[in-house]
């Protein structure tokens, strides 16, 4: 016999939030104000897992999903949701971890940073697997909760392009004499390089070859490159081995055309996802750090250097700490190509283990622009100097990809910093998933970032689109 839930809110990873019998429940598939009838998938002591099997009252903003692979590919988890409603769902999810594990509170959220709601992926990673009880080859994502690869034909939250290689690649690799031996094909999009005769878009398919591929295998490849209007690279060991087959010469870019920067980039270095988004999110950051020339502001975790340059062409000095030396050089010839060498410098340094004597020689500081990965920057903002000392920074922008993270670090600068939490919010980076990107302003004495500095949501909206 089924049960009826009502449902409070959603988690972290899209599900409904209920309660029953004294337990939180939580319940795939439904959304916030439904009445669903459910049925259990696991029943813990402290908690139970349910899926929706009837939707007797939906959400107003419930949509049928896009794509039919929704539900099995673990690609996305909120198609069902209207977008306003997955924006609202990762504001009230970071102002609860705020709240709950921080213990702090913005003195003014943020509109949220919104964009193209599909095609918007230009980054990917995708499995590949020969399973013969599915016929052969497999291209995809991995199915939700699972290690298994999706029985993907179309996706589209990626570029139309790449949607529609899926099939032609699960039939090219199943030609290959190593089809068990590639279980990966990293896919990047970007602009062509400065000074290429290329136009349009750039797509780069890097296939991970555990063994070296035959004459006959590499013909093929070739012969797909051609066919495809594709880059097809090989990556025979770690991501630095990662080298074009055809053409033979190849490489891609990005820009910011507002501050006249373009940035070359490997496929396999980290780069945001979402170019669209990524241009908001950095104009954004800029605006609210508001440097100032002859400051000096450091970029923690720059990688690129996607802040770094930016934040340079305001005549500040910009130090960028980044964890790899090889994202350092890449910053540093960045910078050189864009003219910006002489308003930069980098280092290379473990920001996990940062102390404040390791921190002093890049101090005194104004401004800092923290982007950590999802395990955060604990270490950085115990060493950073407090709000109540002489070399006190005049303001911190923290670009987070975990809220958990962001709340914990937040307040370890309001609780035992000394700094006041002036505005925060949401950046959908990844729609259709429950992945919450963030954005938070920190300053020496407590007040809010400029209404300025924020912009408004038909701006962000409009910038992104």
């Known amino acids: 016999m089924g049960v009826e839930l009502t449902i409070e809110s959603l988690d972290q990873d899209g599900r409904g939030v209920a309660h029953h019998d004294g337990k939180v429940a939580f319940v795939d598939g439904a959304l916030p104000g439904e009445r669903v009838d459910v049925e259990w998938l696991r029943r813990k002591p402290s908690y ?52 709950r594990l921080g213990r702090v509170s913005a003195a003014m959220m943020l509109p949220p940073v919104y964009g193209p709601a599909w095609e918007y992926r230009w980054r990917a990673r995708l499995s590949v697997r020969h399973v013969v009880k599915k016929g052969g080859v497999l291209v995809g994502f991995h199915e939700r909760k699972s290690s298994y690869v999706a029985d993907m034909r179309e996706c589209h939250v990626v570029p139309r392009k790449l949607s529609d290689l899926l099939v032609p690649l699960r039939e090219l690799v199943a030609g290959l004499v190593i089809r068990d031996r590639m279980p990966q094909i990293e896919v990047a999009f970007g602009e062509p390089l400065p000074g290429s005769d290329r136009t349009g878009t750039v797509c780069i398919l890097v296939f991970r070859n555990l063994e070296p591929l035959s004459e006959a295998d590499t013909l093929q490849m070739i012969a797909f490159a051609r066919e495809h209007d594709v880059d097809v690279w090989l990556q025979p060991g770690g991501p630095a081995t990662a080298a074009p087959l055809s053409p033979a010469s190849s490489g891609l870019c990005y820009t910011l055309p507002e501050f006249g920067v373009t940035m070359p980039f490997s496929p396999t270095e980290f780069t945001q996802v979402n170019p669209f988004i990524n241009r908001v999110l950095v104009r954004r950051a800029v ?6 020339p002859r400051e000096r502001v450091a970029d923690f975790f720059c990688g690129l250097g996607n802040f770094t340059l930016p934040i340079a062409r305001s005549g500040a000095h910009v130090v960028g700490v980044e964890g790899s030396g090889a994202l350092v050089e890449r910053a540093r010839a960045n910078a050189a190509a864009n003219g910006l060498a002489e308003a930069t410098s980098f280092a290379v340094a473990n920001l996990f283990t940062v102390t404040p004597g390791s921190l002093a020689p890049w101090l005194p500081l104004d401004r800092v622009l923290i982007d950590p990965p999802r395990d955060g920057a604990v270490e ?13 920074l005049k303001r911190i922008v923290y670009v987070s990809c975990n809220p958990a993270t962001l709340a914990r670090d937040a307040g370890i600068l309001v609780h035992e910093r000394g700094y006041a939490l ?27 970032a400029g209404a300025a500095d924020a912009g408004t949501p038909d701006e962000q909206g409009a910038a992104a689109a």
């Open 380 to 392: 950085l903002v115990k060493a950073l100097p407090a709000a109540d000392a002489a070399s006190a």
């Open 48 to 99: 139970d897992v349910a899926r929706a099997v009837a939707i007797r009252t939906p959400n107003a903003a419930r949509v049928t999903p896009r794509c039919p692979h929704f539900g099995t590919c673990g690609g996305c988890s909120l198609q069902h949701a209207g977008v306003a409603l997955q924006v609202a769902a990762k504001q009230r999810a970071l102002e609860d971890a705020l709240a």
């Open 287 to 292: 605006a609210l750090l508001a440097p100032a």
């Open 422 to 448: 002036a505005a925060a919010g949401v950046v959908n980076m990844f729609p259709h998933t429950a992945h919450v990107e963030s954005i938070a302003v920190f300053e020496r004495e407590s007040g809010t």
